[in-house]
């Protein structure tokens, strides 16, 4: 990887050079302050919280505004309001030590941004418990309405401003310190693949073994590692959306037919790129590029998938069908023939394809394409290219010599790597917005803050340490993040 031979980062000409193997404290103060500002953010947009509020009534504290709370959901509201003033500290403690240090201008900005706004948050905070709480329970209706009380509304938009302005500051730091501005390749990106494919494996000449192998290999072409990720988003989608819509039958055929879209996109985006993968180190072993499955025998089995998927999806609706047979137009034409190969946007593009099955399932229960179902798109969106830039990464050479315009091969691994953040923050802003539409509870809030940090710390490793380890470290923090952010929306969604 090219950032493990640089020895040490450029910064500004005002600040001293830190090694990337010796960070200081300042960046991970900078990420305690953004976590901090988050967990205050998601706590209160959850329904948690409201109930709370209407139980201590008055600012700063209950009763007639300096009596502790006589419930215990009281207390919740007063320890919201006592974090909300450590954490302000935290905010204005990192913004004066970053004016002291002299840190670079975008970031004392940034910060200055945050801490201005920090009071103004704290005032639309007491406005919203002492006349404006909002009541308990979903707030989604299937056709979708934003919240009524504007001053709560500005509440979540001035929180998600000061999350952005901490993560941006932390994202300009961390580039000054770990980055190389001159480590973006010039001209344009052109493949470098050797001549000769690597030699077809020996199959078994046992029957059986025979039987076995091509069972896997066409188990293999559906991709079934992003089954279980893409099925729990149409899940926590179903979920969301709830009603009488949200059947045993209907979550049955609608994940069901989102497997077989899956294995049908999968199959033919293995078609599509054969030659490429032959040549390439990393996808060199896959059946067709290896002519365990013959090309035909694959149009034939993504043809069945995609026949098979549609009809269960038509079997709920046809709205979900026509979404469905999108996504797999989408991934295997869009995305493998049109964005992959000839855009850096490849990746943020793409994650439309992602985002779908969140329309697919809430469109499955409502038969409309609803405000909750476009939430959750929007954060499955975000997601990807915080999680993909991590792999993209790691195999940096491979995508390189394949001729794939991607991120770190186009622009360098430093602006990846800043990338990386910038999606990472925006994710979490848009996991915030969903829990106030969606009115998730407790356990979203602590799940996504928990998660969420432990991801942010791997991308902050990232930045430091730039190796390929590293990106896969970061790229299996974001699936973890992902993963329990949608258990999470499905419990809570189904015990609301």
Request: aromatic share 8%; charged share 15%; with cysteine.
């Amino acid at each position: 990887m090219a950032g493990q031979a640089r020895g040490i980062s450029r910064a500004d000409s005002n600040r001293q050079i830190v090694p990337p193997e010796t960070p200081d404290r300042f960046p991970g103060l900078l990420a305690a302050s953004a976590m901090g500002v988050y967990l205050l953010l998601l706590v209160g947009a959850t329904t948690a919280l409201s109930d709370a509020a209407s139980a201590c009534a008055a600012w700063p504290a209950c009763g007639d505004g300096l009596s502790l709370p006589s419930t215990a959901t009281g207390y919740v509201a007063l320890g919201h309001r006592a974090a909300a003033a450590t954490v302000g500290v935290l905010v204005v403690a990192t913004a004066g030590l970053a004016w002291l240090r002299g840190t670079g201008r975008r970031v004392r900005l940034a910060l200055t941004a945050a801490t201005v706004l920090y009071p103004a948050q704290a005032a639309l905070g007491a406005w919203v418990a002492t006349g404006a709480v909002l009541p308990a329970g979903p707030s989604i209706a299937p056709a979708g309405l934003l919240p009524a009380d504007l001053s709560s509304t500005l509440h979540l938009v001035t929180g998600v401003t000061i999350f952005g302005a901490l993560v941006a500051a932390l994202a300009w730091e961390l580039e000054s310190r770990t980055g190389d501005p001159d480590d973006a390749p010039t001209g344009p990106v052109e493949a470098d693949l050797p001549d000769e494919a690597p030699p077809r494996p020996d199959l078994p000449d046992d029957p059986v073994e025979l039987f076995v192998a091509k069972l896997r290999a066409y188990v293999s072409l559906t991709k079934p590692r992003l089954m279980w990720l893409l099925c729990l988003v149409a899940a926590a989608a179903m979920a969301l959306a709830g009603g009488p819509g949200f059947t045993a039958r209907t979550v049955a055929a609608t994940l069901g037919g989102g497997v077989l879209a899956i294995g049908a996109s999968g199959t033919f985006n293995h078609v599509l790129e054969r030659d490429v993968d032959r040549k390439m180190e990393r996808t060199s072993d896959r059946p067709l590029a290896t002519d365990v499955v013959p090309v035909r025998n694959a149009v034939a089995f993504g043809g069945l998938l995609t026949v098979a998927s549609v009809a269960l999806f038509a079997s709920v609706n046809l709205l979900a069908a026509a979404l469905g047979l999108v996504a797999i137009l989408f991934y295997s034409v869009v995305y493998t023939l049109l964005l992959k190969p000839n855009t850096v946007q490849n990746t943020v593009l793409g994650g439309a394809a992602g985002a779908l099955p969140a329309l697919i399932g809430w469109a499955a229960v409502t038969g409309e394409v609803g405000l909750g179902g476009l939430a959750l798109a929007t954060v499955i969106f975000l997601w990807t290219p915080a999680h993909f830039y991590n792999l993209a990464l790691a195999y940096r050479d491979d995508y390189a010599r394949g001729g794939f315009p991607m991120m770190p091969v186009v622009r360098g691994e430093t602006a990846t790597r800043k990338h990386i953040l910038w999606y990472f923050g925006a994710t979490l802003a848009a996991a915030g917005g969903m829990a106030a539409l969606a009115r998730l509870d407790a356990l979203y809030a602590v799940t996504s803050v928990a998660f969420g940090a432990a991801f942010l710390w791997a991308v902050v490793r990232l930045h430091y340490e730039q190796t390929e380890a590293a990106a896969l470290r970061s790229f299996h923090a974001s699936n973890a993040y992902l993963g329990a952010v949608l258990l999470a929306v499905l419990v809570d969604a189904v015990a609301i």
